[in-house]
């Protein structure tokens, strides 16, 4: 795992803080992933959201499953923890009085429907009860800060787990940024949303957290209560405080070197 984006260097180089774990609605030891490829569960449907479905798992990512609805197509696959309300196992619809509805953009006659759960549900592999684990509690409050970073679920692109800081707070909702992007991916949430990690979860689950964008915004702060900077970070410092430096983090094919360094201001 040591190909991926590394947070310990970046955090004492921005100096910046990691929101605690506390403030997450996740379980503080990432629940253990044990479905496989091919089980069968059940899993409100994303774009239909009170209705029920037969759901294949067809990735297994950290503590998420990949999925796709039955009868539905290959372009509207879905990602949900284990530890999911969305997600249930087969039975649990009918043991509740209730029918397992067809995907929306069910790609057959609903009249074949029950004929297709049918020859669906036969003779595959279901996944056992104990692979559902439990929803954790909210955090009571929202105790999120501007600036803490944290890993999110980039909802535009919903397999990656990217690098990002809390950019705004208001009430219980929290503005998430994604370090080195522009703001076309940011996007307001619950603070106890479960598309949001603390520093680290990535790491924990076996799940792959995505480099940063290439716009770094590094913003030293040299006040007291920061932990002295790197010999990396004096060496990129350019002013003595406050400074701020967008650094190119990667090159890029096209241009070949790296750009310099760009002072805004
Ligand atoms: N292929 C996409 C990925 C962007 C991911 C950004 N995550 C915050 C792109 O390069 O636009």
Aim: aromatic fraction near 10%.
């Amino acid at each position: 795992q040591n190909d991926h984006f590394q947070w310990e260097k970046y955090l004492e180089e921005t100096g910046s803080l990691s929101a605690p774990s506390e403030y997450f609605r996740q379980s503080k030891i990432p629940p253990a992933n044990d479905f496989k490829v091919g089980m069968k569960l059940e899993a409100h449907d994303p774009r239909n959201t009170t209705s029920v479905c037969i759901a294949t798992v067809v990735g297994v990512t950290g503590a998420r499953l990949r999925l796709r609805l039955d009868g539905s197509d290959n372009q509207n696959d879905f990602w949900r923890l284990v530890d999911s309300p969305d997600i249930q196992p087969v039975g649990t619809c009918e043991k509740e009085g209730d029918l397992l509805q067809p995907p929306l953009g069910y790609q057959m006659n609903t009249s074949s429907w029950p004929m297709f759960l049918l020859r669906t549900l036969t003779g595959s592999e279901m996944a056992p009860e104990a692979f559902f684990k439990k929803e954790p509690p909210k955090p009571p409050l929202n105790n999120f800060k501007v600036g803490m970073k944290l890993e999110a679920v980039d909802r535009k692109n919903p397999y990656l787990i990217c690098p990002a800081t809390i950019g705004n707070v208001k009430g219980d909702e929290v503005y998430i940024t994604f370090d080195g992007w522009s703001g076309a991916f940011n996007y307001w949430c619950k603070y106890d949303c479960r598309d949001i990690f603390p520093v680290g979860w990535c790491n924990l689950t076996g799940d792959i957290l995505q480099p940063l964008g290439s716009n770094v915004l590094i913003t030293k702060n040299t006040t007291k209560t920061q932990p002295p900077p790197s010999k990396a970070a004096q060496r990129s410092m350019q002013s003595p405080q406050n400074s701020a430096i967008i650094l190119p983090t990667h090159q890029t094919k096209k241009s070949g070197r790296p750009k310099p360094p760009v002072c805004p201001s």
